[in-house]
């Protein structure tokens, strides 16, 4: 089969073996219908993590070909999937923290999701494989994965009601950043560096969006639609600035939740947070419960994803990474 191996922080389509399961005995073989581009493959790539000889993606929808199972599903199910499982059990799991249990950490699809086929195993199917409803497209059930980090960013921000929420960075993830805050009822407002990502936000359940070109202004205008400032600051941008503005433009007493990484290791201001009494959160990929919701909110259209993707083949992969980077696009679906 054709997959698309990492070399040199190129990508090169080579023919590999097929899973099968003939060598895995229990689970599926999913032939890949298509792959949303995730920031975190980009970020594996310039920090090292992924390494010569790897498939990346994972935001996969495909067909189920072959199947040895327990669960529900059958040949000719049309899914999508987390890739990583919680053992449940551990101490991590016991407190919620899903995302951290050492086992979901281990657990994955083989080899990725760049590639014509890929092995699903056992504990996947019971938990973290749903059926896709056939109303939707390909690229609307590919946001499954995504749109389920930023459920569990909301969830885990434990937000009221009657507040005011502002998602820095209106990239995709920013944009489904703001349908899921939408979905679960709270008011959202966006901002960006780009007048596009400004305007296209407005068809996102964003309540306003700030184009923020000179920042004392911004903030100012800000003031206009949250005097004391925002009570929850959602960083989808992986900028120092960014963490900044997040300082300045959240209320005293209020939440910041990181939502991405940055480059230099930069960080918050300790008395910022102590004096300001602010509450700084990181949330980090999705637990089976954000997935099983994602994939309601989408079928339901509680969540627009559509409009965001741009197709490419597997073979120009290489080319919807450096469009990713150079913010060119939204989001790119690679199609198998
Ligand atoms: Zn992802
Ligand atoms: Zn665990």
Same mark, same amino acid.
């Given at each position: 089969m054709r997959a698309a191996i990492l070399e040199n922080n190129n990508f090169i389509v080579k023919e590999v073996e097929k899973p099968s399961l003939d060598v895995f005995k229990t689970g599926a073989i999913v032939k890949v219908i298509g792959c949303g581009l995730c920031g975190s493959d980009i970020v594996k790539i310039k920090n090292g993590k992924a390494k010569n000889g790897d498939v990346l993606g994972h935001e996969v929808v495909g067909e189920i070909v072959d199947i040895n199972t327990e669960s529900r599903f059958e040949i000719g199910d049309k899914i999508v999937l987390g890739h990583h499982v919680p053992c449940f059990s551990c101490h991590y799991c016991h407190n919620g923290s899903y995302s951290m249990c050492r086992h979901f950490k281990s657990t994955n699809i083989k080899?990725? *999701?760049?590639?014509?086929y890929i092995y699903v195993s056992e504990e996947h199917l019971s938990n973290t494989v749903f059926n896709v409803n056939?109303?939707?497209s390909d690229i609307e059930a590919s946001f499954m994965e995504p749109l389920g980090c930023c459920i569990r960013a909301v969830r885990r921000a434990d937000i009221n009601h009657n507040t005011k929420n502002l998602v820095i960075g209106l990239g995709s993830v920013g944009i489904l950043m703001g349908g899921a805050l939408n979905a679960f009822g709270y008011k959202v407002y966006g901002c960006d560096l780009k007048a596009e990502r400004v305007n296209l936000s407005?068809?996102?359940?964003?309540?306003y969006s700030f184009l923020l070109d000179d920042e004392d202004e911004i903030i100012n205008k800000m003031r206009e639609y949250a005097s004391i400032g925002f009570d929850t600051i959602f960083l989808?941008? *992986?900028?120092s600035k960014a963490l900044e503005l997040a300082v300045k433009t959240v209320r005293d007493g209020g939440k910041i939740v990181v939502f991405s990484s940055v480059k230099d290791n930069a960080g918050f201001l300790n008395n910022q947070i102590y004096y300001r009494e602010l509450t700084v959160m990181g949330s980090y990929s999705p637990s089976p419960i954000d997935l099983e919701d994602s994939i309601k909110f989408i079928e339901q259209g509680k969540v627009k994803v559509s409009g965001l993707s741009k197709v490419y083949s597997l073979e120009n992969l290489n080319e919807a990474i450096s469009d990713t980077i150079s913010n060119k696009i939204m989001k790119a679906f690679i199609k198998l």
């Open positions: 080899p990725g *999701g760049f590639a014509e056939l109303n939707l407005k068809s996102y359940g964003f309540e989808t941008a *992986g900028a």
